[in-house]
């Protein structure tokens, strides 16, 4: 009975249907109060929800009872990260990658904390661990271009974020950063078009239009650059910073 109620959470989370989810995941816990993977399924349905301290403590249950239960680890590490915490982040991935290596979303996800505290170098590596693992993770490899082009490896950013949008062509964010990677390329056209696949697929990516603004200033079409500014602050203000 209890595995049924742990698998009715895990497939009520993968549709998106969460409060289902933790409902099915309470409803194991009723069931069997010790069992780990149930508090770790909980916490992870929490975690979507953005119900961060009780995902939190879901998942510290979960350690509680068993330790080495890698997805436990990284349920935390994403948590602490959301809530500002990135070196206890950083800490429970680790301790999720020394429970298993091959674990690529938590590689990703160590890749994503690692970049947010300026800590590029590692940052690449993680990505290209996780790749190395599962190279059909689209948005690792946009994360990798995004990351590359910044520090100023446009070919590889360019190949990096081709493949990203040839696994997945619906990936605006992809598309994005292919547009910014090939405008730092001097390829304005191909910049362009890109960015404007990204703001089909997705108009309220403040990233795209920003990337947009840029490739209109460095095309020298400065009218054309300011609404496309304009739009990215409008959407995320932080832009400004």
């Given at each position: 009975m209890i595995d049924k109620w742990r698998e009715e959470g895990t497939r009520l989370r993968q549709q998106g249907m969460l409060a289902e989810a933790v409902a099915a995941c309470r409803r194991a816990l009723e069931i069997a109060p010790k069992d780990a993977e149930a508090w770790n399924e909980l916490a992870h349905a929490l975690r979507f929800q953005g119900q961060l301290a009780e995902a939190r403590e879901a998942a510290e249950?979960?350690?509680?009872?068993?330790?080495?239960?890698?997805?436990?680890?990284?349920?935390?590490?994403?948590?602490?990260?959301?809530?500002?915490?990135?070196?206890?982040?950083?800490?429970?991935?680790?301790?999720?990658?020394?429970?298993?290596?091959?674990?690529?979303?938590?590689?990703?996800?160590?890749?994503?904390?690692?970049?947010?505290?300026?800590?590029?170098?590692?940052?690449?590596?993680?990505?290209?661990?996780?790749?190395?693992?599962?190279?059909?993770?689209?948005?690792?490899?946009?994360?990798?271009?995004?990351?590359?082009?910044?520090?100023?490896?446009?070919?590889e950013a360019i190949a990096a974020n081709r493949r990203a949008v040839e696994i997945d062509p619906q990936?605006?964010?992809?598309?994005?950063?292919?547009?910014?990677?090939?405008?730092?390329?001097?390829?304005?056209?191909?910049?362009?078009?890109?960015?404007?696949?990204?703001?089909?697929?997705?108009?309220?990516?403040?990233?795209?239009?920003?990337n947009l603004g840029a490739i209109r200033m460095s095309g020298g079409e400065f009218s054309d650059a300011v609404p496309a500014f304009r739009r990215a602050l409008e959407l995320n203000p932080g832009l400004a910073q």
């Open positions: 249950r979960a350690l509680k009872l068993n330790p080495g239960l890698a997805a436990a680890w990284f349920n935390l590490g994403a948590v602490r990260v959301a809530q500002a915490d990135a070196a206890g982040g950083i800490d429970a991935y680790h301790k999720a990658l020394g429970l298993k290596p091959e674990f690529a979303e938590a590689w990703s996800n160590l890749g994503i904390a690692l970049g947010g505290q300026g800590r590029r170098d590692e940052e690449i590596d993680a990505y290209r661990r996780a790749l190395a693992i599962n190279p059909q993770l689209a948005m690792v490899w946009s994360n990798l271009g995004g990351t590359l082009g910044e520090q100023g490896e446009t070919d990936l605006a964010q992809g598309w994005s950063n292919l547009g910014d990677a090939l405008r730092k390329a001097d390829q304005f056209d191909r910049a362009l078009e890109a960015c404007k696949r990204a703001l089909e697929i997705d108009p309220g990516l403040a990233a795209a239009w920003n």
